[in-house]
Every structure is written in structure tokens, then in C-alpha cells.
């Protein structure tokens, strides 16, 4: 994604700083997600094939259809989260176009959904993003001997970004992956699909540790057969003078 240059677009289009943090999260999590980078796809296709994917309707919800992206989405949340995904990328695409002059709000989620839930949508991802720069500060909080060692940014590997590469006293590759909310089962082929990259990039043994508030059962019964994949939940202190 052309970062820098799409902030310059959204900054001189006076454009709400929130409302730029939000279209440069969203998009940066469809990337890491879904295993894409946007500027390729869009000289492939137009990311007419995202945007469709991203394409989830009243029907499709009323009628349980299945989450047809990778993103670690409830059930409950998907016509409105997808939206939320979709308003940004429409954003982005049209910024690759050349596009106009954009009005404050133009295309944004708020418009289709509304505010309230746009609110909801991006404190979830504001807090994962905490988190992972809490824990990437104290790595040994979660296990004696870890260190980063992706530079301090997330790791690009072919299936997406990984939160954090680690390694730990033994010098075997750590691959972490933190969830904001309730780890679902999307998340062990997720972790699964980076850990493998990192075998097959590295040639060295490697395993995962996925975190969250708690475990979908689903995930507690995949993991027990997975030996190199463990389960933490975090807590949070609170500390005041």
C-alpha cells in the first residue's frame, strides 16, 4: 500500500484525522488478513475481486451465510464490519484512480451504517493495536527469554503480517498472534498459515502462540492437537498513584 502518499491524498482533502487513522488501519488489516498487497492487486484486477469479496448484504446476514473473507469476524458482526472494510477500500481504490476532490465523509462508513457503529468497529482494532505495542514491550511478561526479532514492525510473509516474530532462549522462531477479543477458529489457520511461511522461509523450527480474552472451544480442541501451538489469555492491570 502507498501509505505515505495516501495520507498526503486524505490530508489535502482536509479529511477528519480520525477518519485518515481508520482508512490506513482498515486497509493495513486487509492486507495482513486476506494475504494481499492492495497496489498489485489493483494492476491485477482493479481490486475488483476484494471489493467483491468484501461484499456481504442484508440477505446474505439474515440468511447466516459464512464470513467469505479471511478476517477474524463474529458471525453477528459481519454485515456491518465488511462494510466498514469495504467503505475504506472503495476509498483507497478510487485514490489509485486519480480520484476528485472528497468531501469530509464521502464513501465512509459512517455514511453507510452509521457513527455509532464506525465507533464500536474502530475501538475494537484501536485496542488490539495497544495491545500488540504493550506486549511487544514486554515479551517476557508472556515467556522468559523472548525477543522480537522483526525489526519492530509486523513481518510480511506470504499468507500476511504477522503481530510478532520472536525467538525465544532455545533460538527457535516464535510466532504471536494477539486478538482483542475472543480467539476464534479463523485464528489457528491464520497462525498456522504464518508459522509455515516462517519454516519454509527460515528452514528452522517454529511455533505459535495465539492470545486473546479467551478461546472459542473450537480453538481450545484444535490446539491440543497442535503441539507447537499454545493459548494465553490476557488480563488486564490497572495501576494508579
Known amino acids: 500500500m502507498r501509505e505515505a502518499d495516501f495520507k498526503a491524498h486524505m490530508e489535502s482533502q482536509n479529511l477528519a484525522d480520525k477518519t485518515r487513522q481508520q482508512r490506513v488501519y482498515a486497509l493495513k488489516r486487509i492486507e495482513k488478513f486476506e494475504g494481499v498487497d492492495l497496489d498489485s492487486a489493483f494492476i491485477e484486477d482493479g481490486l475488483e475481486d476484494l471489493v467483491s469479496r468484501f461484499t456481504y448484504r442484508a440477505t446474505d446476514a439474515a440468511a447466516s451465510k459464512p464470513n467469505p473473507t479471511k478476517m477474524d469476524i463474529d458471525q453477528d458482526r459481519l454485515l456491518a464490519h465488511l462494510a466498514w472494510y469495504k467503505s475504506h477500500l472503495q476509498s483507497y481504490r478510487k485514490f489509485l484512480l486519480g480520484g476528485g476532490p472528497e468531501a469530509p465523509g464521502t464513501e465512509s462508513f459512517e455514511d453507510v451504517q452509521g457513527a455509532a457503529i464506525a465507533e464500536a468497529v474502530s475501538q475494537t482494532f484501536g485496542l488490539e493495536k495497544d495491545l500488540q505495542s504493550a506486549l511487544r514491550a514486554n515479551l517476557a511478561q508472556l515467556e522468559d527469554g523472548l525477543v522480537a526479532v522483526d525489526g519492530g514492525g509486523e513481518r510480511k510473509v506470504e499468507a500476511g503480517f504477522i503481530d510478532i516474530l520472536a525467538k525465544d532462549s532455545e533460538g527457535d522462531f516464535v510466532v504471536i498472534e494477539l486478538k482483542a ?61
Open 181 to 241: 477479543d475472543i480467539v476464534r477458529p479463523q485464528a489457528v489457520a491464520q497462525i498456522l498459515a504464518y508459522m509455515g511461511c516462517i519454516a519454509e522461509e527460515e528452514g528452522a523450527a517454529v511455533r505459535g502462540i495465539l492470545i486473546g480474552s479467551g478461546h472459542d472451544s473450537r480453538v481450545t480442541f484444535a490446539a491440543k492437537a497442535v503441539p507447537n501451538l499454545e493459548l494465553k489469555i490476557y488480563r488486564y492491570r490497572f495501576e494508579f498513584e
